[in-house]
């Protein structure tokens, strides 16, 4: 079965900056689009003054008018529009998201994630979803040129750790012909933290900084292999994984994170440095859950 690319729409400028990003990536891709709606509108005065027979006809009219724009920008790309049971928000959002390549959805510039995901219903997918989710903000007008700006990917632990965000940069990057930057931040361990084998492994690398440099071409080796067309960036740091990340990817045109798709006492979460990446990267930022 062939998946389609998956955007979320509202009405707000972040819902139309995140379909028009599908909509380039499903061309790129050779994918079909779908637009989905759950929720109320975007505007509040909209949401309290309308009935439910209002609201449903607003809803069809967007998903009509978006499908619409797109077909002028994109002829050819095929497009579906579904409005979704806004009952369960987040489950329907989560099932939109099983069945798709990825969910594509808005953000609003550098603080939570607004839009139709209020409150906790966007942590929730992002947390929670089996298949990758790309933020996209309003003011993104620079990611429809996908030429000379690197797709950033952040590494780390060993190679299966970050298996399934290297697999989705590589793709993103392949199509839009452009190199991956591939990101490994490294921090001084504690002294507790050192082994006779850590040691071992260290002193054989040279050191810290050669150690971390060898560790993220092991990583990268099967990905150069199977991409042999994507020119590759190697980028090792000292510094927490999320400041690196974001200074490294100031000018890139895609940031991708992995998650570790684990549930804890206290639910699923979204992990520091997809937290850190969500609320202030200046690019679209992809999210890859690790299954």
């Not at 990003?21 to 891709?29: I, K, L, P, S, T």
């Not at 929670?128 to 903000?137: E, F, M, N, S």
């Amino acid at each position: 079965m062939t998946r389609p690319i998956t955007a979320g729409v509202d009405g707000s400028p972040e819902s139309a900056a995140a379909a028009a990003w599908a909509a380039r990536e499903a061309v790129r891709r050779a994918l079909p689009l779908r637009l989905v709606h759950v929720g109320e509108p975007a505007s509040d005065t909209l949401a309290l003054a309308a009935d439910d027979s209002a609201l449903a006809q607003w809803a069809g009219d967007l998903l009509a008018d978006t499908e619409q724009e797109i077909a002028e920008r994109h002829p050819g790309l095929a497009v579906t529009t579904d409005v979704l049971d806004e009952a369960a928000p987040a489950d329907s959002l989560l099932a939109a998201a099983g069945d798709a390549e990825s969910l594509v959805l808005g953000s609003r510039g550098h603080g939570v994630i607004v839009g139709f995901l209020l409150g906790s219903v966007g942590q929730q997918v992002i947390a929670k979803a089996t298949r990758p989710v790309v933020l996209v903000r309003a003011d993104d007008a620079a990611s429809a040129d996908a030429s000379g700006r690197d797709v950033v990917v952040g590494q780390e632990g060993e190679p299966e750790d970050s298996a399934a965000a290297m697999e989705f940069a590589f793709t993103t990057a392949q199509a839009r012909g452009v190199a991956v930057r591939a990101v490994r931040a490294w921090s001084l361990p504690p002294v507790f933290a050192y082994s006779p084998g850590s040691l071992e492994l260290l002193d054989d690398a040279g050191g810290m900084e050669p150690y971390e440099k060898k560790a993220l071409a092991t990583a990268l080796a099967p990905w150069r292999e199977r991409f042999p067309d994507v020119a590759v960036r190697e980028h090792v740091e000292i510094g927490s994984a999320g400041q690196v990340l974001l200074s490294v990817a100031s000018d890139a045109q895609l940031l991708v994170v992995g998650r570790r798709a684990r549930r804890t006492a206290i639910g699923s979460r979204i992990g520091s440095v997809a937290h850190a990446v969500l609320h202030h990267a200046p690019c679209p930022v992809a999210v890859v859950p690790n299954v």
